[in-house]
Each structure stands twice: as structure tokens, then as C-alpha cells.
């Protein structure tokens, strides 16, 4: 058996195509996202094109259950070839002085801490004499501030770092980490985004516009773009990337 792909936030949009990529090519993949009809969708599909693959539901902002599905996955999987951290939330959309407290820490746990947790517990399944490529799923808020999306901008700013971090120390351990931002694509966040209320998000107009204008890009397309990167076929180690530059 190839060695297996994590991918997270798989139950659907870029994660979901990202996922249905990696396992064409010939690797096991292992979706992980929370419980729902969405997510056995996804692994009755991906289980049609490798036989493997399998399904993990984890709520990323719950510690125990990121600790279940890593024993899962390392009494399942030998070695990982590779991780793409996928899942995100764009929530709380809130102004920064009033949102509250716990939404704020919800997202950084979901986008960050969640992260770290999950890699860290798989530890022993990753690198070593076998290569393994990880991958986070970036954003251009991770490089600009975006009124009402504090966390989300916060988030995605120390993922960057965070990939940056591995990207250090693992290359002593065959372990390779890049992060790609993925532009602006047609997806359940992105429809999250245009429900917002326009006194916590004022540029909510501009992504109402990138939609009916046609400016978003088909989660299917950015997949093939991501994958050669998810394998670790192209990307340097500690590089930053934007779909849209490749
Ligand atoms: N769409 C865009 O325009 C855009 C732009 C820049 C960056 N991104 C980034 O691209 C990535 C994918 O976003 P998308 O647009 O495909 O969003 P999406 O359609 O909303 O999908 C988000 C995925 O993350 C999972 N997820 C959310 N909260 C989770 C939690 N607590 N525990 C486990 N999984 C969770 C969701 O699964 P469940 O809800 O089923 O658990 C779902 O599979 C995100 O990191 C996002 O920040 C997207």
C-alpha cells in the first residue's frame, strides 16, 4: 500500500476535491472532518477510487476528540506521506471589540491550535526514513487585516508561521511543510462570507460582487492546481504560495 494522505475538512468544498485528487493518484486518504451525512458522502466516494481510504470525524476545536482520531490513525497507518490541513472556519464574523471571547478562541482552535495538536500527535508516524509533505491551506487574509474577520486574519497568519516552523525543524526529520493560499473559490465559505452582516463586515458588497461577477474558481480546478504541492512533487520547503502565481 503507498503510504496514506491525512487531509482535513474533507466533508466538502476545496478539501473534499483535494481529497477525491490525492487518492486518483494512488494514495490511501484519510478525511477527516466533523460527523455529518457530508463527510459519508465523501468516504464512500474516495473508498470508490482507493479502496483504503477512510473516514475520521473529529471536531478540530474539541482536544479530545483530535486525540481519539490520531490513535486511530497511527494504530490504522504505518507512515504518513503527507498531511494537508485543510479545514478552516471564517467565524466569528464579528467587529473585534465586541465579539466574544470563546467564539474568538473556537476559531483560533479550529485554523491553528488544532493543527499543531493533530501533527504533533502523529509524530511517530511522520518523516523519518520515509518523506512526508505538509501542507496548510493559507488565505490572503493571513497577509492582510479584513474588518470583522480578526481571528480568521490571526489564524491564518500564524498558520503561515506555523508551516514556516515545520518547514525548520522538519527538514532534520524528512519532513517538508509549505503552505499555499488558494485565492477566492466557490465553496460553503464563501457563501458563509456573503451571509454576513454588513455592520461587522463592511467589504461585504465586494465578495456579493466576486460572485455574481463570476471572479470565484471552481474548488475541482484549485484542487489539480494544489495537488503536485500536497504530493510534495513541486514546492519548496518553507515556501509560501498562491494558486493564482502558479
Ligand atoms: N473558499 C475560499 O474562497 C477560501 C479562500 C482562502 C482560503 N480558504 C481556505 O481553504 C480551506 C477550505 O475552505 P473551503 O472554502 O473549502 O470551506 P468550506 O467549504 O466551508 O469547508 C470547510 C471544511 O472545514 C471543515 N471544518 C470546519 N470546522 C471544523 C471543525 N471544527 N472540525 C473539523 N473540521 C472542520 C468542514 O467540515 P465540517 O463542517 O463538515 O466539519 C469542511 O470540510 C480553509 O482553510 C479556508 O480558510 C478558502
Known amino acids: ?5 491525512l487531509v482535513t475538512g474533507a466533508s466538502r468544498g476545496i478539501g473534499k476535491e483535494i481529497a477525491k485528487s490525492i487518492a486518483s493518484s494512488g494514495f490511501p486518504v484519510i478525511a477527516l472532518a466533523r460527523e455529518s451525512i457530508d463527510l459519508g458522502v465523501t468516504g464512500a466516494e474516495l473508498a470508490d477510487i482507493n479502496q483504503d481510504s ?6 478540530l476545536s474539541d482536544r479530545a476528540d483530535i486525540s481519539s482520531a490520531a490513535t486511530v490513525i497511527s494504530n490504522r497507518f ?3 506521506s503527507g498531511i494537508v490541513h485543510n479545514a478552516g472556519t471564517i467565524h466569528p464574523i464579528e ?3 465586541d465579539v466574544e471571547r470563546a467564539d474568538w ?3 483560533i482552535q479550529v485554523n491553528l491550535i488544532g493543527v499543531q495538536d493533530l501533527t504533533t500527535r502523529l509524530n511517530k508516524i511522520l518523516g523519518g526514513d520515509l518523506h512526508t509533505r505538509i501542507t496548510t491551506i493559507s488565505s490572503g487574509a493571513a497577509k492582510r487585516s479584513i474588518h470583522g474577520w480578526s481571528a480568521y486574519c490571526v489564524s491564518k497568519a500564524g498558520l503561515d508561521m506555523w508551516a514556516l516552523c515545520m518547514a525548520e525543524e522538519g527538514a532534520s526529520r ?5 503552505s499555499i493560499a488558494p485565492g477566492i473559490v466557490d465553496t460553503g465559505m464563501q457563501e458563509d462570507i456573503r451571509n454576513a452582516d454588513e455592520k461587522s463586515f463592511p467589504a461585504l458588497s465586494n465578495f456579493i460582487d466576486y460572485y455574481t461577477n463570476g471572479d470565484l474558481t471552481n474548488p475541482v480546478d484549485v484542487a489539480e492546481k494544489l495537488l503536485p504541492y500536497c504530493l510534495g512533487n513541486l514546492g519548496e520547503n518553507g515556501s509560501r504560495l498562491d494558486v493564482r502565481n502558479l
Not at 1 to 5: L, R, S, T, V
Not at 54 to 59: P, V
Open 1 to 5: 500500500m503507498k503510504g496514506a494522505y
Open 54 to 59: 477512510i473516514t475520521i470525524s473529529c471536531d
Open 78 to 80: 504505518s507512515h504518513l
Open 95 to 97: 467587529n473585534m471589540l
Open 105 to 107: 478562541a473556537k476559531s
Open 174 to 178: 524528512n519532513i517538508s511543510a509549505i
